[in-house]
């Protein structure tokens, strides 16, 4: 009995090591890697715990290599955000003022009593207070209500234009050449973009960055 509170007490501080070292992603909403990686290294922990008659590294030796993947899998996605959108998707508008999109609905098979009840989630009942829905990568939704203040858009995320967000703005190529040019930065130099159907924008540099000026630590409002 005390070997096996021993083996449990121990199992438990490494995969806590182990979570710490996944970062505090793992403790909120998971993406679909996340939660595979967290299912596995549950199942893996229970067989030290069950079957003390095993070596503790039957279980510990592939808890920490799906942490290493993990930690790979991050860095990758981290260094190539073209990896994250292939693995985890993109976020997807569901809404826009009060109509429900309903091609968007399809493809993502959302259903209107699934897109209903997680409006409820947020106090709405009806599609026709929000201003703009959107669906996450981990399935949670976001939303603006109609009255608030009209959201800012990202357009470019570390350098990367995100497919789709032009449109949402009501904005073109044009349009962002002539921010960019005016700014006198490159799309790479970006590190953050927000822009509002308006032509209000907020762009953050890259903090490698050559910039002409500083203005407001790093963050460049505009209107265009």
């Given amino acids: 009995m005390l070997i096996l509170m021993l083996r449990t007490l121990l199992v438990y501080l490494l995969i806590l090591l182990a979570m710490r070292l996944m970062g505090k992603r793992q403790l909120g909403e998971l993406q679909p890697a996340e939660l595979v ?5 549950s199942n893996l922990a229970s067989i030290s715990i069950e079957s003390p008659e095993l070596p503790l590294s039957t279980s510990l030796v592939p808890v920490f290599l799906i942490v290493a993947l993990e930690l790979l899998l ?3 996605c981290f260094c190539w955000p073209g990896v994250a ?6 976020p ?3 809404i826009r003022n009060g109509k429900i999109c309903r091609d968007t609905l399809r493809a993502l098979r959302f259903g209107t009593g699934d897109l209903l009840e997680a409006l409820r989630g947020k106090e709405v009942f009806n599609p026709a207070q929000v201003r703009w829905a959107v669906v996450e990568t981990n399935g949670s939704i976001s939303i603006c209500k109609t009255g608030e203040e009209e959201p800012f858009v990202p357009v470019i995320a570390d350098g990367q234009l995100l497919k789709g967000a032009l449109l949402l703005c009501e904005k073109d190529d044009p349009w962002l050449s002539q921010v960019l ?3 006198d930065c490159t799309r790479e130099q970006v590190m953050l973009l927000l822009v509002r159907t308006s032509g209000e924008y907020q762009l953050i540099k890259k903090e490698n960055s050559p910039s002409p000026q500083k203005r407001n630590k790093g963050l460049w409002k505009g209107h265009l």
């Fill in 37 to 41: 990686s967290t299912i596995l290294i």
């Fill in 74 to 76: 991050s860095g990758l």
């Fill in 85 to 90: 959108r292939l693995l985890f998707g993109s």
């Fill in 92 to 94: 997807v508008t569901v």
């Fill in 181 to 183: 040019k005016q700014e």
